[in-house]
């Protein structure tokens, strides 16, 4: 019989769970953390992605949220890979302690919350803190009552912070805890980088686990302000990595312990075709080995892949699901990029980047140097698949299925964001999750760049001219029409939101067709 959370877990600290695996038994600790009171905003000091100090800044109250900041403390263990399918229990190979922040917004009023709450990992490549999930559906999160919550979890973005306000964020560490496995800084795998053998990245393992232990808790510190009902993991990107390590590692042994999922549910943009080391000193696993799949979490898992994420991710496509154990949908976006316009909206102000890190971000050069760049909408099939997981997890309702996008037979060879999709008439990928932005087209939408790794994140288009469109549409209204019409039908299959839907036709309206 599973026990509630809510009752599981003491307003105590400590937890201390049995684990019993064949003749051997092991001990994990699962502990609630301790959190500070919300650290003060005056005049002089704000938190690095303050809403109302981003790049287009955000009146959160106009919504009817409140946003906080907290810091975060506990032990955490370093992991190891399990043995066996993942259900093996995760015995610690040290322990220490760490110092993190989080950043809470939520509906001013607990009454007006949904009981959902996301955990987003902050994605730590600039090297600053970004919320990128958040950027992408904050509408939507706040129009369904939902609270977020954006965490630290790795000692490269902790520097930034401290550079940013030294006294706020002072006590910030992940420090590499006493008799941790060690390498020298030549050894560190590449994927934990940049970190130093000062440091530990593998302790953010606990730090998640003991955030949601604590947010589903009944604590009066819990910073939601109530019991999370459904909470679910999220990130993009390299974070998309963590949500997905952790998916495959730690959330059925977790269940295991506790007696039922912990989250309840994964949502995660554009995962790495890696797993994120369990510590930062442990060696990669070779291409093909197939813990580098998505494993069984036994509870509903999406992961996103934008066009333009395929080239570094056709080696871990896998089957979707629908076992007791292992339910799972992969989404592949036709015409969609690993990096949007939108999500720059909710970064750090150039103030506060210049302060956290001493200069502005600058993309890659590319080959594709007088192009138009992407601004495909990703977020509008985020929100849909953010309603899907949740009718999923809320009332059993699986998420609806898509075929993959069509590759050419030598895609895998030698991949090219260009030429390597089957494509229509237009120039388009076939397959994949559809929209109207490539179904009734003004463009052709290429998801990636090149040379260089980096340069995959961006992508480009390549605009329809006047005589184009004249002959795809026939008038204006001709246009309108038949963007209402795939519109419609996407909706139908649970493509897109209905307000979304609306936002495409009002665009349509105003587009620039003959």
């Not at 075929?403 to 030698?414: G, K, N, T, Y």
């Amino acid at each position: 019989m599973k026990t509630s959370l809510n009752k599981l877990l003491p307003t105590c600290s400590l937890l201390l769970v049995i684990l019993f695996a064949g003749n051997t038994v092991s001990a994990q600790l699962l502990e609630l953390p301790e959190i500070s009171t919300p650290v003060p905003v005056t005049a002089t000091s704000h938190p690095l992605l303050a809403a109302n100090h981003q790049q287009v800044p955000l009146d959160l109250a106009d919504y009817g949220y409140v946003e906080q900041e907290y810091l975060l403390s506990g032990e955490a263990g370093v992991y190891d890979w399990p043995s066996g399918d993942g259900t093996d229990p995760l015995e610690p190979l040290a322990a220490g302690p760490y110092q993190t922040r989080i950043l809470v917004r939520r509906p001013a009023a607990i009454s007006a919350a949904s009981g959902v709450v996301i955990v987003e990992a902050l994605n730590p490549s600039s090297p600053v803190d970004l919320p990128i999930m958040w950027a992408e559906s904050h509408l939507q999160f706040m129009a369904d009552g939902v609270t977020w919550v954006g965490v630290t979890v790795k000692p490269n973005t902790m520097i930034a912070l401290k550079r940013f306000d030294p006294a706020r964020y002072a006590s910030l560490s992940m420090a590499h805890p006493e008799n941790g496995p060690t390498c020298a800084a030549s050894a560190i795998n590449s994927w934990s980088n940049p970190t130093t053998p000062d440091d530990e990245t593998g302790l953010a393992w606990d730090m998640l686990t003991q955030l949601g232990l604590l947010l589903k808790s009944d604590n009066a510190d819990n910073p939601a302000g109530a019991p999370a009902q459904r909470l679910y993991m999220t990130g993009q990107s390299q974070t998309a990595g963590y949500a997905r390590t952790y998916t495959t590692v730690f959330a059925r042994a977790i269940e295991n312990a506790l007696g039922e999922p912990l989250y309840d549910g994964y949502l995660y943009s554009g995962s790495p075709p890696w797993q994120v080391p369990l510590h930062q000193c442990m060696e990669e696993f070779p291409e093909g080995d197939p813990r580098l799949l998505t494993g069984p979490a036994g509870v509903p898992v999406i992961e996103l892949f934008a066009q333009g994420d395929i080239g570094t991710n056709i080696g871990v496509r896998r089957q979707d699901a629908e076992s007791q154990d292992d339910l799972y949908r992969r989404y592949e976006v036709a015409g969609g990029v690993h990096v949007d316009p939108w999500e720059g909206r909710s970064s750090p102000s150039d103030e506060d980047m210049l302060q956290a890190v001493g200069g502005l971000g600058a993309e890659p050069i590319c080959d594709q140097v007088d192009v138009e760049p992407s601004d495909f909408p990703n977020r509008y099939l985020m929100n849909a698949a953010w309603r899907n997981l949740d009718a999923w997890v809320r009332d059993g309702n699986p998420a609806p299925r898509s075929p993959r996008l069509e590759l050419v037979p030598e895609a895998s060879a030698a991949f090219d964001p260009a030429a390597s999709f089957v494509v229509d008439e237009h120039g388009n990928a076939l397959g994949g999750v559809r929209t109207p932005y490539v179904d009734v087209p003004m463009a052709r939408w290429i998801g990636a760049k090149t040379p260089s790794f980096n340069c995959m994140f961006y992508g480009y288009k390549i605009s329809f001219d006047k005589d184009r469109l004249e002959a795809l549409y026939s008038s204006h209204a001709d246009y309108v029409r038949q963007v209402r019409e795939s519109v419609e039908d996407l909706q139908a299959q649970g493509w897109l939101t209905r307000e979304n839907g609306a936002e495409i036709i009002r665009e349509a309206e105003l587009a620039p067709v003959p």
